[in-house]
């Protein structure tokens, strides 16, 4: 299942529940009962801590007061976290630019003041925000500072969120065993420091792991136990993500309907919450499941929704599969040019993600951020081992000098020695790291003159296509510009003669954006390949019967030698692509009074067809760049048919993709061969 389906938790806060009755009158009555200001504001942010889990917009009034009263007596930590609870308000509901806004803040008043430790939690939540919103190499550096300053003062619960999403971040990077090594690690600081919030957090994100590697058991296992934990805890915002991850589970086991029940039930949730990025990402996975059921609208009409949350949240990495999913949805529904249009759409958007410079900068702040925790590991041994030797020397400061020489050079040899040979370790490590990024170095190069390669390839491919469609574009313009200036002059034979001329070049045209299409579906993995047992034969009679009126046109025969029936395996849509375009071409090529002849043909346990005509036939030259996308040109027919030779690259690719082999064989003004065969 695709991963858009399941949400991860990727921060939390905590605190403690409430009766939600007397709520508001307790809040009342412990502000009456203090009279200094600084407590007031504490009082003011306990209250917010309770009502952001359960209702955020109506946490704001308390988070602003707290703010006013904050700032008036010039209170930094207030300022602070009033910062922070703003900021995860204005994430919910999806403005990410005011939640990084309030986030920038404080970071900037706990730098100033020399405040570590929410410095440390404002730079994490700044990072879990940046990995909504895709920007991966931001998160991994304000994740990096974070973890350092947590580390270097050992802030277990800011360690053990850093961790949360540095997995989540590997998971979204495809880096599976990395991400559940840092879930277990989460865990285990998590469940030192009794965290419940936190260890929900990590059950359900190592659910959605399990969902990935096809393991829904144990996704369901992990699940329900954070399920357990919200439920007691009374928390709504992680209840509506664990709904939505156990419908993602329901949609891997084929059972759609439960799934969407699961669906609705999170949304419901989170429209109470206002929790307008979590609705969008649970109408992006409804719109998936309905996809799987041939809902095509319903589909639609979600992913139409979503779109709208994602772009005013501007969540580049969402919109992108909302593009990719609307694609597929209007191709399916029939509605080619809208599927060409988002295709579109998600060709320049993944582009502006996922370009070469970000990946080298991700990967390169992944090599530091490795380097980094064994550094700040081996300065907190070092600082560790410290601190045991100054408790040993008070220790020993009642014993005689003679004693005390002893026992110190003792335990300092000691101590010396276990910390050489850690650096040691280290230093090995260390090591295999950089042999590592040299490695990693080499294959980026090696990647790099590929992929420039491929794309001159493209250039020459693009420059063609644009080739192709100016010719037929520019006879269908001059056609409507001569009906358009000379209608009036012109007699009914030549006004349908145009007419004619107008029709061939838009079938030409529809014709060569048909396949284009079909390519590039391919091209994305967006074309299932389900083979079956069939009957060739009736295959090949119905082309024979479609194609018919072209032939006839040029008085050309086709004869079929292919007897009823003729059972082999193959996929019907591509083998009914292949035989369509080498028949089209062979009708294409051959002259008028023609013939045109298909035979069955075997070889060592394959099978396929021979497409034999009498047609112009083809130099050396011409057979050896038929296959070739940089080579796609052909010249026209003996009508003057056009084409562009896309119909042969489809060819290759779907026989390619059944195991088999097609080619052919030709020579100037004695026609043409082309054969496939297939696995039988």
């Not at 081992?385 to 400061?397: A, G, Y």
């Not at 358009?484 to 045209?509: A, G, H, P, T």
């Not at 079956?532 to 082309?543: L, M, P």
């Amino acid at each position: 299942m695709r991963q858009i389906l399941r949400f991860l938790i990727l921060i939390l806060y905590s605190g403690t529940i409430l009766s939600a009755e007397t709520f508001e009158d307790s809040v009342n009555a412990r502000l009456k009962s203090v009279r200094d200001d600084t407590a007031k504001v504490k009082r003011l942010l306990d209250a917010t801590n309770y009502l952001i889990r359960l209702n955020p917009q109506s946490a704001k009034k308390y988070i602003e007061q707290a703010l006013a009263l904050s700032s008036k007596l010039r209170f930094a930590r207030g300022i602070i976290t009033s910062n922070l609870y703003y900021a995860d308000v204005y994430a919910m509901t999806g403005d990410m630019k005011k939640s990084n806004s309030c986030l920038e803040t404080a970071i900037k008043i706990a730098a100033d003041t020399k405040d570590d430790y929410n410095l440390s939690e404002a730079q994490l939540h700044l990072g879990s925000n940046f990995l909504r919103m895709g920007l991966y190499d931001k998160a991994l550096e304000m994740l990096m500072k974070s973890l350092d300053i947590a580390l270097k003062n050992n802030y277990k619960k800011i360690i053990a969120g850093n961790y949360l999403n540095l997995a989540t971040l590997n998971k979204n990077m495809k880096k599976l065993p990395q991400a559940i090594e840092y879930y277990n690690k989460s865990i285990v600081i998590t469940k030192e420091i009794n965290d419940l919030k936190l260890l929900s957090a990590n059950y359900n994100n190592l659910g959605n792991i399990y969902i990935d590697l096809g393991e829904n058991e144990k996704a369901l296992e992990y699940l329900n136990l954070a399920l357990k934990i919200d439920s007691d805890l009374g928390d709504n915002r992680a209840i509506c993500v664990c709904y939505h991850n156990i419908a993602a589970v329901n949609f891997n086991l084929k059972k759609y309907n439960v799934s969407l029940q699961w669906f609705r039930k999170s949304i419901e949730l989170k429209q109470k919450l206002s929790n307008r990025f979590g609705v969008g990402t649970s109408l992006l996975a409804m719109a998936e499941v309905y996809m799987a059921m041939s809902s095509n609208r319903d589909a639609i009409d979600c992913l139409e929704k979503a779109e709208h949350i994602f772009d005013s949240a501007n969540s580049v990495s969402m919109l992108l599969n909302v593009y990719n999913l609307m694609d597929e949805a209007y191709f399916k529904s029939g509605n080619h040019s809208k599927a060409y249009e988002y295709q579109k759409k998600y060709y320049s958007t993944k582009d502006s993600v996922f370009s070469e410079k970000m990946q080298r900068t991700i990967s390169e702040l992944n090599n530091r951020f490795e380097l980094s925790t064994k550094e700040k590991e081996n300065e907190i041994l070092r600082n560790k081992t410290r601190l045991q030797f100054l408790w040993m020397v008070v220790f020993i400061l009642g014993f005689l000098l003679v004693v005390i020489v002893t026992i110190l050079l003792f335990f300092k040899n000691r101590s010396m020695k276990k910390i050489n040979n850690i650096l040691t370790d280290n230093k090995k490590v260390i090591e295999y790291q950089n042999d590592k990024l040299e490695t990693l170095n080499n294959d980026l190069i090696n990647a790099n003159r590929a992929l420039n390669e491929l794309n001159a390839t493209k250039d020459k491919f693009f420059s063609i296509i644009a080739h192709d469609l100016k010719n037929p574009l520019g006879s269908f313009r001059l056609s409507t510009k001569m009906l358009n200036d000379d209608f009036d002059e012109l007699r009914i034979e030549e006004i349908k003669e145009i007419i004619n001329s107008l029709m061939n070049s838009s079938q030409n045209v529809y014709d060569f954006l048909e396949n284009l299409l079909i390519w590039s579906r391919s091209q994305r993995g967006k074309i299932e390949f389900t083979p079956q047992e069939n009957d060739i034969s009736y295959i090949v009679n119905s082309i024979i019967e479609l194609l018919a009126p072209s032939a006839i046109n040029k008085n050309i025969s086709i004869k079929s030698h292919v007897s009823s029936p003729k059972y082999m395996k193959f996929d019907v849509n591509m083998i009914n692509t292949v035989i369509r375009n080498l028949l089209s071409n062979a009708i294409k090529y051959t002259k008028l009074e023609g013939q045109i002849t298909i035979s069955y043909i075997t070889q060592d346990g394959f099978a396929g067809l021979s497409i034999n005509d009498t047609g112009l036939g083809m130099d050396a030259v011409e057979l050896s760049g038929l296959f070739m996308l940089d080579t796609t040109h052909s010249k026209p027919g003996t009508a003057n048919e056009k084409g562009t030779g896309l119909g042969l690259i489809l060819c290759k690719e779907f026989i390619d993709m059944h195991g088999g082999k097609i080619w052919a064989e030709s020579e100037p003004g004695k026609g043409s061969n082309f054969s496939f065969l297939i696995p039988l």
